[in-house]
Every structure is written in C-alpha cells, then in structure tokens.
C-alpha cells in the first residue's frame, strides 16, 4: 500500500493536471481538424513518467483522462482521451526504457501515438476508414504538441531534480 507522502505527490500531480486541462478548454484552438489540442496536461503523464515508476506515472495518467474527461468533456470523448492516452503512454513508457531517446523524443511520440489512437476509435466507431484522411494532420499536431510538452516537461524535470523538492 502506498505511503501517505507518494498518495500526496499523486494526488498534487493529477491537481496540476486538472488545472492544465482546464485552461486548455479556454483556449480558442480551431485548426479545421476536429480534436486537436494543445495538450497542455500531457505533460504532467511526460513528468510522471520520468519521476515516479510506471505503475504510478500509470495511475496518474488514467485519473488525469478519466477526472478531466468527466469534466470537461463527454463520455464520448473521454472513450478518444483513454485511447489515445493509453497508447501515447504505452509508447512513451517503452520508448524511455529503451534510453535511447531523450524526453523530447518520448514526449513528441507521445503526442504522435495519442492522435493515432484517437484516430483509430474513430475509424472503429464511424466504421468508415476515410477518417484515415486526418492523420497526416494529425501527425503534424501530434508533433508540434509533443515538442512543447517535451520542451516543458524536460524544464519541469530539471527543476525538480535540482530542488529534490519530491
């Protein structure tokens, strides 16, 4: 059973995540493709994975889509948000335990694998594979996204290392 200090850390964690996720939705983001975001709480999922193990980083990715997607979304959504989620993490997770690829590199897969996944339930859900005609969009979105979560999760990393404040 988790210690009370780590239930803490968590519970800051998926807060900060909330939050981010709220300002994102006061944020007039319309490229013409439906869905894209700037993804603003994924990088607390980049921060987690780098600072706590992957069964923690794991619950807070879950909470964060799963709170975030009761509030500020639909039921609807929140199905494209796990998938997505889940995949992007799935990938990030694998990717950061190879070492072979810095937190950029991680965070921008991330961002790439979250609208694939999301892509994908679509293509199920709408059964029609001209939703397929959205990726290259959604790549590029998916890589923009990932560098400046990257770049800010990569900061927030640094900055934890040296305050030793978790």
Do not use: W
């Amino acid at each position: 059973m988790p210690d009370t200090k780590k239930i803490a850390k968590m519970g800051m964690i998926v807060a900060v995540a909330f939050v981010l996720s709220y300002i994102e939705t006061l944020l007039p983001l319309n490229l013409g493709v439906p869905g894209i975001k700037a993804g603003l709480s994924n990088i607390v999922v980049v921060f987690s994975i780098y600072y706590f193990n992957r069964r923690m980083a794991f619950g807070i990715a879950i909470t964060r889509i799963l709170l975030c997607g009761m509030a500020f979304g639909s039921m609807s959504g929140m199905f494209y948000s796990l998938a997505g989620g889940m995949l992007s993490f799935i990938v990030m997770v694998l990717l950061k335990k190879t070492g072979k690829f810095s937190v950029y590199g991680v965070s921008i897969a991330g961002g790439v694998f979250h609208n694939i996944g999301q892509l994908l339930v679509a293509i199920a859900v709408l059964q029609n594979k001209m939703a397929a005609y959205y990726l290259p969009f959604l790549l590029i979105a998916g890589v923009t996204a990932g560098v400046a979560v990257g770049i800010l999760a990569a900061i927030l990393i640094r900055r934890f290392k040296d305050t030793g404040i978790f």
